[in-house]
């Protein structure tokens, strides 16, 4: 049964990393290679809109290793998203040189309109790609590692360190809103040309970039699965559910969090540096706490502790979101209010938990009918559902553990 | 007093929580290898003395001494418990969305840092360690099965063997027969005289029947020091400990 389950997960995941590499080759093909009369063709703007869904996916996968792994709830992950994407605009706006509106070769528009004589020390470095690259994982990892060190060194957990991580986002926001920051305060950074050389809006750069997206989400979930699977991860599941035991038995379990809630912030940096060259802006707006929350609900929506689902759930609610603001824009906030509440209450394992029910469910009235068919001579054994939560990777089905203080 | 030859070595510990005095000017000893039972009413401070030995409660003052020369009041919970102090809590603690076996692999001794961890490969050699824990705490037949679907006693022996898997010097186990039936209350006190063969263990335990089971030196507390300490039949003669069990 529980190897059955195990590899039932294990090929979700491999499906999933499967489309996405598919993806990666056909979306392009689709885009470029085929003529806009056919019916196959996609258009430029859908590559852009997918291309940046699959960002937030990889935000919500980055969520799920360490909300529904290790049960931290952080309601700043966003900030993690828009460090990495601001590190890549830094690179992005470097690029555009004397392109400019005001023709500087070295200071980008907002630094000359704001009276700057040079640029700012944090500037040096980004007319580089692999330092810009360097940054976007190593600033948000090392706020995650010092804020981390921090809050699980001194015990801070649940709602508390919920709470102070959305005070950690709501602050940054305040203080890239600042034009003295020198990241072009309220209007961020935009007006992107080249990235690595090639034309930011042509068509073959945008699905170059969807495909770049694709292939590092296909990564993340493959390097997700592996901590998962691992002693590791077994350990990150065991913090969740019974912290004190893992003390008494030896284990550091702040370094435990400290260790997945630096891997998860450094995903949230990529996912941001992918986002900013396909939406051609970032800006302190990125920062705000309620798109944090935001990530929360597509994974809650997905099926937090499944790794698929939180991919699942970002694409889903986007997809609605795109179609949702177009149709009834101003009732966009309330149907999102509502479909986390209706997920809480109804659907308490996403949508992957309800697949995963449901197939368990109709595996047992098969046999339940087979032995039936099967007691016309013997006696009618009722099939027994083994029911765990998240184990191994991507499985879920009812009766999640309880979290258990200790005495 | 002499502390060469102790296991454990509490002297005029005291600790209080907003004033109460949850401890107070404790003394208690335990020899290499003795097995101890711990009786008190409730209140009287068994758990907290548990907390103080195991670095989770600090104590205001009084020394607290492990193997003779180890001060546990310098030391957290993860490094005691590294230097051989198994601790099994009052209501049974177990990872309840893993198997048997992981549980144990996760308790198992070894590097306790992330990246041996991260890479870490089960070798034969931790598959028998598990084999053999598994045939000590019964739970040989339940190797797969997820920890959430074990009774409420198996829960209990599954913690001893974790605390086996530990391989400690000294372990503290609290009420580990609470909820049990009086089948699986007989099978543990079994279960611990077979621990206590080559390990030494502090039972805390309100069971009577259980404690004169386990036939070894009881020590009452009461109010946070000890009331009285000898054999089962000595203490339960005690007419101060009658007072306090029947109220005065």
């Given at each position: 049964?529980?190897?059955?389950?195990?590899?039932?997960?294990?090929?979700?995941?491999?499906?999933?990393?499967?489309?996405?590499?598919?993806?990666?080759?056909?979306?392009?093909?689709?885009?470029?290679?085929?003529?806009?009369?056919?019916?196959?063709y996609?258009?430029?703007?859908?590559?852009?809109?997918?291309?940046?869904?699959?960002?937030?996916?990889?935000?919500?996968?980055?969520?799920?290793?360490?909300?529904?792994y290790?049960?931290?709830?952080?309601?700043?992950?966003?900030?993690?998203?828009?460090?990495?994407?601001?590190?890549?605009?830094?690179?992005?706006?470097?690029?555009?040189?004397?392109?400019?509106?005001y023709?500087?070769?070295?200071?980008?528009d907002?630094?000359?309109?704001?009276?700057?004589?040079?640029l700012?020390?944090?500037?040096?470095?980004?007319?580089?790609?692999?330092?810009?690259?360097?940054m976007?994982l190593?600033?948000?990892?090392?706020?995650?590692?010092?804020?981390?060190?921090?809050?699980?060194?001194?015990?801070?957990?649940?709602?508390?360190?919920?709470?102070?991580?959305q005070?950690?986002?709501?602050?940054?926001?305040?203080?890239f809103?600042?034009?003295?920051?020198?990241?072009?305060?309220?209007?961020?950074?935009?007006?992107?040309?080249?990235i690595?050389?090639?034309?930011?809006?042509?068509?073959?750069?945008?699905?170059?970039?969807?495909?770049?997206?694709?292939?590092?989400?296909?990564?993340?979930?493959?390097?997700?699965?592996?901590?998962?699977?691992?002693?590791?991860?077994k350990?990150?599941?065991?913090?969740?559910?019974?912290?004190?035991?893992?003390?008494?038995?030896?284990?550091?379990?702040?370094?435990?969090?400290?260790?997945?809630?630096?891997?998860?912030?450094?995903?949230?940096?990529?996912?941001?540096?992918?986002?900013?060259?396909?939406?051609?802006?970032?800006?302190?707006?990125?920062?705000?706490?309620?798109?944090?929350?935001?990530?929360?609900?597509?994974t809650?929506?997905?099926g937090?502790?499944?790794?698929v689902?939180?991919?699942?759930?970002?694409?889903?609610?986007?997809?609605?979101?795109?179609?949702?603001?177009?149709?009834?824009?101003?009732?966009?906030?309330?149907?999102?209010?509502?479909?986390?509440?209706?997920?809480?209450?109804?659907?308490?394992?996403?949508?992957?938990g309800?697949?995963?029910?449901?197939?368990?469910?109709?595996?047992?009235?098969?046999?339940?009918?087979l032995?039936a068919?099967?007691?016309?001579?013997?006696?009618?054994?009722?099939?027994?559902?083994?029911?765990?939560?998240?184990?191994?990777?991507?499985?879920?089905?009812?009766?999640?553990?309880?979290?258990?203080?200790?005495? | 007093?002499?502390?060469?030859?102790?296991?454990?070595y509490?002297?005029?510990?005291?600790?209080?929580?907003?004033?109460?005095?949850?401890?107070?000017?404790?003394?208690?000893?335990?020899d290499?290898?003795?097995?101890?039972?711990?009786?008190?009413?409730n209140?009287?401070?068994?758990?907290?003395?548990?907390?103080?030995?195991?670095?989770?409660?600090?104590?205001?003052?009084?020394?607290?001494?492990f193997d003779?020369?180890?001060?546990?009041?310098?030391?957290?919970?993860?490094?005691?418990?590294?230097?051989?102090?198994?601790?099994?809590?009052?209501?049974?603690?177990?990872f309840?969305?893993?198997?048997?076996?992981?549980?144990?692999?996760?308790?198992?001794?070894?590097?306790?840092?992330?990246?041996?961890?991260?890479?870490?490969?089960?070798?034969?050699?931790?598959?028998?360690?598990?084999?053999?824990?598994l045939?000590?705490?019964?739970?040989?037949?339940?190797?797969?099965?997820?920890?959430?679907?074990?009774?409420?006693?198996?829960?209990?022996?599954?913690?001893?063997?974790?605390?086996?898997?530990?391989?400690?010097?000294?372990?503290?186990?609290?009420?580990?027969?609470?909820?049990?039936?009086?089948?699986?209350?007989?099978?543990?006190?079994?279960?611990?005289?077979?621990?206590?063969?080559?390990h030494?263990?502090?039972?805390?335990e309100?069971?009577?029947?259980?404690?004169?089971?386990?036939?070894?030196?009881?020590t009452c507390?009461?109010?946070?020091?000890?009331?009285?300490?000898g054999?089962?039949?000595?203490?339960?003669?005690?007419?101060?400990?009658?007072?306090?069990?029947?109220?005065?």
């Amino acid at each position: 049964m529980i190897t059955q389950r195990f590899l039932g997960a294990d090929r979700r995941i491999a499906a999933m990393i499967l489309a996405l590499l598919a993806a990666a080759v056909i979306v392009p093909l689709l885009n470029l290679a085929v003529s806009p009369q056919s019916a196959f063709y996609i258009p430029p703007y859908i590559v852009a809109l997918v291309g940046k869904y699959l960002c937030y996916a990889l935000l919500a996968l980055a969520l799920d290793l360490v909300w529904g792994y290790c049960g931290i709830l952080s309601l700043g992950h966003g900030a993690f998203f828009a460090l990495g994407g601001y590190a890549m605009g830094m690179y992005l706006m470097r690029q555009i040189g004397s392109r400019g509106v005001y023709g500087n070769p070295i200071l980008p528009d907002f630094m000359v309109f704001l009276n700057y004589k040079e640029l700012p020390w944090f500037w040096y470095g980004f007319d580089h790609f692999w330092f810009a690259a360097l940054m976007v994982l190593a600033v948000p990892g090392l706020l995650a590692f010092v804020f981390g060190w921090f809050a699980f060194r001194s015990r801070v957990t649940g709602v508390y360190l919920s709470i102070i991580t959305q005070a950690m986002t709501y602050a940054l926001l305040l203080a890239f809103f600042r034009n003295d920051m020198g990241f072009g305060g309220n209007n961020g950074l935009t007006d992107f040309k080249d990235i690595l050389g090639f034309n930011v809006q042509a068509d073959a750069t945008r699905s170059a970039l969807f495909s770049a997206s694709a292939v590092t989400l296909a990564l993340a979930v493959f390097v997700t699965a592996a901590i998962v699977r691992s002693k590791y991860g077994k350990l990150l599941m065991a913090v969740r559910d019974a912290e004190s035991r893992t003390r008494f038995l030896g284990w550091r379990a702040e370094n435990v969090k400290l260790f997945a809630f630096t891997v998860s912030a450094i995903m949230a940096g990529i996912a941001g540096a992918l986002y900013v060259p396909q939406v051609g802006i970032i800006n302190p707006g990125e920062f705000e706490p309620a798109n944090s929350i935001e990530v929360v609900i597509w994974t809650a929506v997905g099926g937090r502790g499944t790794i698929v689902g939180p991919i699942v759930g970002a694409l889903l609610v986007n997809a609605g979101k795109s179609w949702f603001t177009g149709v009834l824009p101003e009732f966009w906030l309330f149907a999102l209010g509502g479909l986390f509440v209706a997920v809480t209450l109804l659907l308490p394992k996403g949508v992957v938990g309800m697949w995963d029910n449901w197939r368990s469910q109709a595996k047992a009235l098969r046999a339940a009918s087979l032995a039936a068919a099967a007691s016309a001579e013997t006696e009618a054994s009722q099939p027994k559902i083994v029911r765990s939560a998240a184990r191994t990777p991507g499985a879920w089905s009812a009766a999640g553990p309880e979290p258990q203080p200790a005495e | 007093m002499n502390k060469s030859n102790t296991i454990l070595y509490l002297d005029g510990v005291s600790v209080s929580f907003d004033g109460f005095r949850a401890i107070n000017n404790l003394s208690l000893v335990l020899d290499k290898g003795e097995m101890r039972a711990i009786i008190g009413p409730n209140g009287a401070g068994k758990t907290t003395m548990m907390d103080i030995v195991t670095g989770k409660t600090r104590p205001d003052e009084g020394e607290v001494f492990f193997d003779g020369q180890v001060d546990l009041t310098r030391h957290d919970e993860a490094e005691i418990a590294m230097m051989g102090i198994g601790r099994k809590f009052q209501k049974p603690t177990v990872f309840e969305s893993h198997s048997v076996e992981d549980n144990l692999m996760l308790a198992l001794k070894g590097p306790r840092s992330i990246f041996p961890a991260l890479f870490h490969r089960a070798s034969a050699n931790e598959a028998r360690r598990i084999d053999d824990i598994l045939g000590v705490v019964r739970l040989g037949d339940k190797r797969e099965e997820t920890a959430a679907n074990l009774s409420h006693g198996q829960k209990q022996w599954l913690e001893i063997g974790m605390l086996l898997a530990q391989d400690p010097k000294l372990l503290l186990v609290d009420e580990p027969v609470a909820g049990m039936t009086d089948a699986e209350t007989e099978e543990t006190a079994r279960l611990l005289k077979d621990i206590a063969r080559d390990h030494s263990v502090v039972v805390v335990e309100h069971d009577m029947h259980f404690v004169r089971e386990l036939g070894v030196k009881v020590t009452c507390l009461h109010e946070g020091s000890v009331l009285s300490e000898g054999t089962l039949d000595f203490v339960s003669a005690d007419e101060r400990v009658v007072e306090v069990y029947l109220g005065r």
